[in-house]
């Protein structure tokens, strides 16, 4: 196996560094292999182009419907409202996105919801950003209130990974707010390693599934953090011990600035392979690609 670089870059460029301390608190002192810093850490290679490695690898500027609304998928529509996250994760997809001019701010929020009031084909909002809930209770129960009254909508998604990074921000206002909506909430966590699973990490998904969310996973594959077999079936079987179903496996976008954290297809299936001969078969997470234009994530494995 082959490990990451690690000269640390001395200017991260224009996407800073940025971790939360209860995050910083979980990874092992003086270990410079360790998974967790590995996931934040800027070094010197994200300056390295690699070929086949552009600012939009996922086509999301082409799925773009409106200000913050994108439409991909038959039947869900993503609503980006911030691009603010509480951590940069240095192979996030979307570290080039023009979030200033491609995120719905809320004086532009009602056209948008209008449009999804509109489609009848579309039963399931899905808010994402950067991160959904970097933004307040109220505004968030603003929010949900305002998708409530269009009736063809049935289930609210979040993608976050604040539950992980900062699990202080679900508060019991929030479970309460998704707990009494007439939507089915789905929360979609992001976790690479079970070390990142720590037990207040564990009291925020027990609040979040005590008020009735269905909690799903989605992780990258990652060079020099999850890519053995010990570490993905640590992640999933630590996710199971919290209800956290794992969803996905994602092999890595092609973002500029990310290609030393690249898995071969052909490890990750073997990976894949090895895991579903151990575990069982809803703890094994679809390994899945991003291909730009194709009607769902292609399935890998
Ligand atoms: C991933 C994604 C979805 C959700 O896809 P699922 O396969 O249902 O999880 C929806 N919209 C966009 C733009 C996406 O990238
Ligand atoms: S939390 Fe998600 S959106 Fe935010 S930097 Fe990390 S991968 Fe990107």
Do not use: W
Not at 50 to 61: C, E, K, M, Q, R
Not at 203 to 223: C, D, P
Request: aromatic share 4%; charged share 20%; with cysteine.
């Amino acid at each position: 196996m082959l490990s990451l670089p690690l000269e640390i870059a001395a200017d991260a460029g224009d996407f800073a560094m940025l971790v939360p301390r209860s995050y910083v608190r979980r990874m092992q002192p003086g270990n410079p292999a360790d998974p967790l810093l590995r996931q934040v850490l800027p070094v010197a290679a994200e300056h390295q182009p690699a070929d086949g490695f552009v600012a939009d690898p996922v086509g999301d500027l082409a799925a773009t419907r409106g200000p913050g609304l994108l439409h991909k998928y038959h039947g869900r529509v993503l609503l980006v409202l911030t691009g603010a996250c509480a951590v940069n994760c240095r192979y996030c997809f979307r570290r080039h996105y023009p979030y200033a001019t491609a995120t719905a701010t809320l004086r532009q929020l009602q056209p948008v919801l209008d449009q999804v009031a509109a489609d009848e084909s579309v039963d399931e909002v899905l808010l994402s950003g950067g991160d959904p809930l970097m933004l307040g209770d109220d505004l968030l129960a603003d929010l949900v209130g305002r998708l409530e009254d269009i009736p063809h909508l049935r289930r609210l998604r979040i993608h976050t990974r604040l539950p992980i990074v900062l699990p202080e921000r679900v508060t019991s206002e929030l479970a309460e707010l998704l707990g009494r909506s007439r939507l089915q909430p789905v929360v979609v966590v992001h976790a690479n390693h079970a070390n990142e699973l720590d037990h207040q990490v564990a009291e925020a998904l027990r609040q979040l599934s005590t008020a009735g969310a269905m909690l799903l996973n989605q992780a990258v594959l990652l060079r020099g953090v999850n890519d053995n077999l010990p570490a993905l079936r640590a992640l999933s079987e630590r996710l199971l011990d919290l209800k956290v179903m794992p969803y996905y496996l994602h092999q890595l976008d092609r973002v500029a600035g990310a290609a030393h954290f690249e898995v071969p297809v052909e490890r990750g299936l073997e990976l894949i392979r090895q895991l579903r001969a151990e575990l069982p078969g809803y703890a094994v997470p679809r390994y899945v690609q991003e291909i730009a234009g194709e009607p769902n994530k292609r399935v890998l494995a």
